[in-house]
């Protein structure tokens, strides 16, 4: 018999239930939408930070002071220490390489630069990996600036690594009227402008190269006087303050595999011979007070969405309930008892949120989708433990919804309502 | 009411005067409807109340966190020469308080043993101020006092003690105030208050480094103000700086449009589903209304008035109930009120009181086929 009423409610009125499962799923698709925003968005703003560029560098640990003045690298070639360019793909074989969005070597030598009828008597070429395939064992990979320096603009084409070709800095160019495709005397070698650079200071006064180049006009193969890294890192907290050394063996084994720019750091030391790893703190300390309050921000925002569609639910149960005072009437008049006609409601309500919430649950995940498609050109992470949370939300709503409306359905005289006074 | 006429006046005051009665009969003895309809408008204006205002001034919140990154234009004297000597007072009226700058000069001195190192001269307090990702142990208080770079102070003094430097023949002595940690060329560098430095060297402020806050039209406008300020210097954007803002700025807000345009709907037709039941409610009011002779015009009018008062009345409170939400999301994520946006209040008014009269009319179109005898009887 309850089979029976709940199965030909369902039929008998399509329309209405309908609108009330049309309502419950929309208001699981904002909620849903919302929260695999807002639990993705860290992430996708992580890429985003990473706009400004490396936030770990590394040195030779045995090197003299760097004389950097503006960006522009003052130290002779001769002086100071190297890093080895071999090591470098053993960047990508730490514990924390899917992290690691790239890497790129720079080794800064100065030269005198002619071109047309002008010359310069000193002008830094940058030797650095453009976008370099790299072999690690069985895994292979494409890193350079421009993964790591997204910011830098080329107007023209970038040069391919290990060739004769170059970028002129804007200033440069300027000074000495390049263009893309001009030719240029430089270190004893006619090296072809493939594009005009925008970037840093320094950058835009010099040339940037293949990091092969730089190496043979120097007469180092194999020598990098720095790697800048790219790296997803995890806001700093109370533990990436503190120092590896004084932790206790438990600690320190949660410190080094928590994506921190400092046991990143730590780890890239431990697979580069003779090197000292650090983060940048201009990149890596406001990177993790952004993220923070970004994601603060879509967590209330999505706090606020759920309470607008946990309302609009609510009110859609209320009004299909209150619509149906007659029935209660009349199931009360035939002598079922207020146990009876609430169990009926509730088991209505709760078909309606577990259907509604799976439709729901769908279109949420696709307005998710779309939202990170279009904002962020990348997919949003699906969470599987999202689907039974959101089902069991839904359903606890739809009840907490329908609970006031039903104890009102069943305060009712019967036969008041059924004369259609009340 | 414009008085052309008494007899006028008097003959068609009944019927407003009925019609005020009706509609606040109609809310006060039906209280529990219209108290629901009323809570669905105060909640539904003030989330959107509150996700408007929290829109405007989300921007403003989150470059005051940008601006953690330092300068985002650099003033460069041309090649040889210092700045004016009151080139800082010109940055800081182009600023005019929107942002901090800091003067810098360098040269490369000599340690004891030969080796060079970046001798920087600045102002503390001013670089404080910018550079708030320097990690220092210990600020300068004294005109002697010198910030070392971790790599520099490994070098020149690594238990601590004075050292001295050489610049064009002439030496000085330094004491270590505290060391400087960045990660980056700074590292490497000793810096000394500005007049002490230029006392050493004979050198001035060479660059100012800025950090205007505002939009990129503002900040093109900054640049502006300074170049013309400062006919002799080049003004230079960082690049790396600005772009890294304008994009993650730029994707944060499109993911709060995103999101604030979900919940307005979210509220929007929460708003219509109440409202159309509560005007179905009150069919049998209709009914007897047009039983008693009443006109199309008047039921219609009857209904619309009561939605829009029900509108007007549970968006101004819910106006208020958003801003106060809006204050707090901002004193909770970003400890720092959030301006209330009066400007706000008539657009949410007017939106709320045209979703309720939608709601109104949507139902008003079914029920004008009916019968008043059908409803009447109660089918």
């Known amino acids: ?422 | 009411m414009n008085g052309d006429g008494q007899p006028r006046s008097a003959r068609s005051g009944g019927r407003p005067r009925m019609f005020v009665r009706l509609l606040l009969r109609a809310m006060l003895v039906r209280r529990g409807r219209a108290l629901t309809a009323l809570a669905a408008i105060l909640v539904a204006s003030g989330a959107t109340a509150a996700m408007l205002n929290l829109y405007v001034d989300v921007q403003a919140k989150l470059q005051r966190e940008f601006r953690g990154y330092g300068a985002n234009l650099i003033v460069v004297a041309p090649q040889g020469a210092t700045l004016p000597e009151d080139a800082l007072a010109q940055v800081d009226a182009a600023l005019a308080g929107r942002g901090t700058a800091a003067p810098f000069a360098y040269v490369i001195a000599k340690t004891s043993d030969g080796a060079p190192v970046v001798v920087a001269g600045t102002d503390f307090t001013r670089a404080r101020k910018l550079d708030s990702f320097w990690a220092v142990t210990k600020w300068p208080d004294t005109p002697a006092g010198a910030l070392v770079g971790r790599r520099a102070a490994s070098l020149l003094s690594p238990e601590g003690r004075p050292f001295d430097l050489t610049f064009g023949g002439k030496p000085l002595r330094l004491a270590q105030a505290g060391i400087l940690k960045t990660g980056a060329a700074e590292d490497s560098r000793v810096y000394l208050s500005l007049p002490e430095f230029t006392a050493w060297t004979g050198v001035g402020a060479t660059s100012i480094e800025v950090a205007a806050s505002g939009t990129p039209e503002e900040i093109r406008q900054v640049m502006q103000r300074l170049a013309s300020a400062l006919p002799g210097a080049e003004v230079r954007p960082l690049r790396q700086i600005q772009e890294g803002e304008a994009r993650v700025l730029g994707k944060t807000r499109a993911t709060l449009l995103a999101s604030i345009a979900l919940i307005i709907l979210t509220a929007a037709l929460c708003l219509l589903a109440t409202l159309t039941a509560w005007v179905m409610e009150h069919r049998k009011d209709f009914a007897v209304m047009k039983a008693l002779g009443a006109s199309h015009r008047m039921v219609n009018a009857f209904f619309a008035a009561q939605a829009a008062a029900l509108g007007a009345l549970g968006a101004t409170l819910g106006f208020f109930l958003g801003v106060g939400a809006a204050a707090w999301i901002g004193r909770a994520n970003f400890q720092a009120a959030v301006t209330p946006r009066l400007s706000l209040f008539p657009a949410v008014v007017l939106g709320s009181i045209a979703v309720a009269l939608l709601a109104a009319v949507l139902p008003m179109s079914i029920l004008r086929r009916v019968q008043p005898a059908a409803i009447l009887r109660g089918e």
Not at chain 1, 43 to 67: C, F, Q, S, W
Not at chain 1, 101 to 119: E, K, N, R
Not at chain 1, 158 to 184: C, F, H, N, T, Y
Not at chain 1, 353 to 365: H, I, K, S
Request: proline fraction near 5%; aromatic fraction near 6%; include cysteine.
């Open chain 1, 1 to 422: 018999m309850f089979l029976r009423l709940l199965f030909e409610s369902f039929r008998r009125q399509k329309r209405r239930k309908l609108l009330a499962g049309v309502a419950v799923a929309l208001g699981v698709a904002v909620a849903t939408a919302m929260i695999a925003v807002a639990t993705d968005i860290g992430d996708k703003m992580n890429r985003e930070l990473r706009t400004y560029g490396a936030n770990i560098v590394a040195y030779p640990e045995e090197d003299t002071l760097d004389v950097q003045v503006g960006g522009v690298d003052l130290k002779p070639v001769s002086q100071g220490a190297y890093l080895n360019e071999a090591d470098l793909p053993k960047i990508k074989g730490t514990f924390w390489r899917h992290n690691i969005l790239g890497f790129a070597p720079f080794l800064p030598v100065h030269l005198a630069v002619t071109a047309g009828g002008a010359s310069l008597p000193d002008v830094q070429l940058l030797g650095t990996y453009f976008a370099k395939p790299l072999k690690l064992g069985d895994d292979s990979f494409t890193t350079g600036v421009r993964t790591t320096h997204p910011w830098w603009k080329v107007e023209g084409a970038w040069p391919a690594d290990d060739s004769e070709q170059v970028l002129a800095g804007e200033d440069l160019a300027r000074k000495l009227g390049l263009k893309p495709g001009d030719r240029i005397q430089a270190g004893g070698r006619a090296l072809e402008v493939t594009g005009i650079l925008s970037a840093g200071p320094a950058e835009n006064q010099g040339l940037v190269g293949p990091l092969s180049l730089a190496q043979a006009i120097a007469g180092r193969p194999g020598a990098v006087r720095q790697v800048f890294v790219s790296a997803l890192t995890k806001p700093e907290d109370e533990l990436a303050r503190r120092d590896p050394a004084s932790m206790s063996p438990e600690v320190r084994d949660r410190w080094y595999c928590s994506p921190y720019a400092n046991s990143i750091a730590f780890q890239i030391q431990e697979v580069l011979p003779h090197a000292r790893a650090e983060q940048i703190r201009q990149v890596a300390q406001n990177e993790g007070a952004v993220l923070n309050k970004i994601q603060g921000l879509m967590l209330l925002i999505t706090l606020a969405a759920l309470l607008a569609a946990g309302l609009a639910v609510s009110a859609a149960m209320a009004t299909a309930i209150l619509e149906r005072r007659r029935e209660v009437g009349l199931m009360k008049a035939l002598g079922a008892g207020n146990v009876a006609v609430a169990a009926l409601f509730f088991t209505e309500a709760a078909l309606l949120a577990l259907l509604g919430g799976t439709a729901g649950y769908a279109a949420g995940l696709l307005l998710a989708q779309g939202i990170a498609r279009s904002i962020f050109a990348s997919r949003v992470a699906l969470q599987p433990v999202l689907f039974p949370l959101v089902l069991g939300v839904a359903v606890v709503v739809t009840f907490a919804g329908s609970a006031a409306s039903i104890r009102r359905a069943l305060r009712f005289e019967p036969a008041l309502v059924l004369r259609g006074d009340a």
